[in-house]
């Protein structure tokens, strides 16, 4: 099953990013949130399963 992590900026979707398994998907999303927030402005990430189904969501208050 394929994984999507997707990254929110605050006028919406600003990267996709595909990932074949669950773990390493959501292993990037949380080692990446801190530091793409501060320079990327990312405000939210979730990582979904092929069928849309969020399997993993992070939000940081701006």
Do not use: C
């Not at 990254?7 to 292993?27: C, L, M, Q, S």
């Not at 501060?38 to 940081?60: H, L, M, P, W, Y």
């Amino acid at each position: 099953m394929a994984y999507m992590v997707i990254w929110y900026g605050k006028e919406g979707i600003v990267e996709k990013t595909p990932f074949d398994a669950e773990r390493a998907a959501r292993d990037h999303a949380l080692a990446t949130f801190l530091a793409r927030k501060q320079n990327d402005g990312i405000v939210g990430v979730e990582v979904r399963k092929d069928d849309g189904t969020v399997v993993f969501s992070q939000a940081g208050a701006s």
